[in-house]
Each structure stands twice: as structure tokens, then as C-alpha cells.
């Protein structure tokens, strides 16, 4: 009678292992699976804050570039008396090469130039140099590009996390496998001494695995 109780025990402990075994296996599959998505999504946010890094470095160059060109029209222009030097305000006159290129300018940039006249520059020595030392100067594609290389960070945090959840739920399909070894043979074994050795065995590792499973996260 004794006998045939552990042996019910076994078949218990067994059916309790399968069923987690096949969890276990489950999971660590979706959680690859997460791991997989998360480092593909951030392999592209990365991609595309390296292309809009690129642009933002091409878009200043060009800032550089017209402000350099109107700032030589704006002297010539005032030199030629078509215009008067600006003070703290610039009206751009069409009809000049200075406000032909000032009406150019992206209208951002635009913007931080009227902000940075209104210093008065060329008058005031607490005024910034030129107006891409002011803190309004900013590329939308700059900020853009910061946006997505913090995005991929994240991602390929959320990734190695995957990873390790992955990990930990075949640690316990190893011990639930483990678990169907000792109850398994538990019912083999002649010896009651060892049947109970090997029965506790299952048991505790059986405790053990279920433990740890119950304490990852889950993916549906």
C-alpha cells in the first residue's frame, strides 16, 4: 500500500513537471521572440538617427554657409548705401542680394537671427558672437536624431532583458527536466530507502523550479 502511495506521488509530481516543462519552453520561445523584435526595432530607430544625425550636420553647414553669405551682402549693402546698418530690427528689402538671401533662410534660423539683432551685436559686448551661440539655436533633425539613438538605447535594454527572462525559464525547463528523471525512476528502484531519496529529490527540485517560474515575468 505504502508502495503504491509514492507511486501516485510520482505520477503527480510527474504530470505537475510536464505541464511546467511545456510552460517553460513557451515562454523562453516568446521571450526570444521579444528579444528578437526589440533588437531589430532598435537596429532601425539607430539606423534612422544616424541618417537624421547626417542631414542635421548637412542643415548646419548650410546655416553656416548662408549666414556667412548674407552677413557679406548685409556689409556690402550697407556700404553701397542701399540699406541702412541694422540696429536691433532688420527688414529685409527684396531688392537687395542681403534680403533676397535673408528671406531664404529656413524660418527657424530666421528667427533666432531676428532674436540675436535684437542684442544688438555689433554694439553690445554681452551679446553672443554670432547666433548659433544662443541657446534657441536648435535643428528639428538634430533633436529628432537624439530622440531615436535614446529610443534604440531602450530597445536594446528591453532586448538583453528579454534575453535574460529567455534564459531563466530554460534554467527551469532544465529542472523541470530534472524533476521527470528522479520521479520517473523513482517507481524503478527496488530499494524503499532510495525510492524516497530519489522521490524527495524530485519533490524539492520540483519546489525549487516552481519557485523561480512563478517569479518571471510572463509573455502572452
Known sequence: MRSERLELAATIVLSFAVVLTAWSAFEAAKWGGVQATRFSEAAAARTESVRL???????A????AVFMEWSAA????????LIAPPSTTYEPDTGTRSGFLFVRIRPEFRTLIDD?????????????????????????RAAEADRLRTRADQLAADARTA?????????????F???L???GVTTKVVSERNRLILFGTSVTTL????LIVFSLPIEI
Open 74 to 81: 548685409l556689409a556690402d549693402d550697407v556700404v553701397s548705401g
Open 61 to 64: 553647414q548650410l546655416d553656416i
Open 53 to 59: 544625425d547626417t542631414l542635421a550636420g548637412q542643415q
Open 116 to 140: 540675436w539683432l535684437a542684442k544688438s551685436p555689433t554694439t553690445n559686448p554681452d551679446a553672443p558672437a554670432t547666433p548659433f551661440e544662443m541657446d534657441g539655436y536648435q535643428n528639428e
Open 177 to 179: 527536466a530534472a524533476v
Open 163 to 175: 534575453n535574460q527572462n529567455g534564459d531563466n525559464y530554460v534554467l527551469t525547463a532544465v529542472l
Open 181 to 183: 528523471f528522479f520521479a
Open 207 to 210: 519546489v525549487i523550479g516552481m
